[in-house]
Nanobody
Framework: QVHLVESGGGLVQPGGSLRLSCAAS????????MGWYRQAPGKEREFIAFITSDGITDYIDSVKGRFTISRDNAKAMVYLQMDILTPEDTAVYYCNTDYTWGQGTQVTVSS
């Protein structure tokens, strides 16, 4: 059973950057497709990005060119580098694989 723990959220000004991390434990990390999702207040959880075991990535249009997903199989970590943040990026960010979710990390973009 895989276990996911996110970290790296916080308060950042518009235009700023954050890097989220997700630590996975429980085995088979290198073979898993990993994803990042977010849920803003009053909205449904939405997909942001995924990265396959082969390093293939995809993003929703609203974050393309600003967010970058990456992974380190040796450390069983997946990252989300977020640049040029806007208030619309404010949400709880979740790491995901298959049906497993982390507890989430809050990102607030505000001046």
């Amino acid at each position: 059973q895989v276990h996911l723990v996110e970290s790296g959220g916080g308060l950042v000004q518009p235009g700023g950057s954050l890097r989220l991390s997700c630590a996975a434990s429980g085995g088979s990390f290198s073979r898993r497709t990993m994803g990042w999702y977010r849920q803003a207040p009053g909205k449904e959880r939405e997909f942001i990005a995924f990265i396959t075991s082969d390093g293939i990535t995809d993003y929703i249009d609203s974050v393309k060119g600003r967010f970058t997903i990456s992974r380190d199989n040796a450390k069983a970590m997946v990252y989300l580098q977020m640049d040029i943040l806007t208030p619309e990026d404010t949400a709880v960010y979740y790491c995901n694989t298959d049906y497993t979710w982390g507890q989430g990390t809050q990102v607030t973009v505000s001046s």
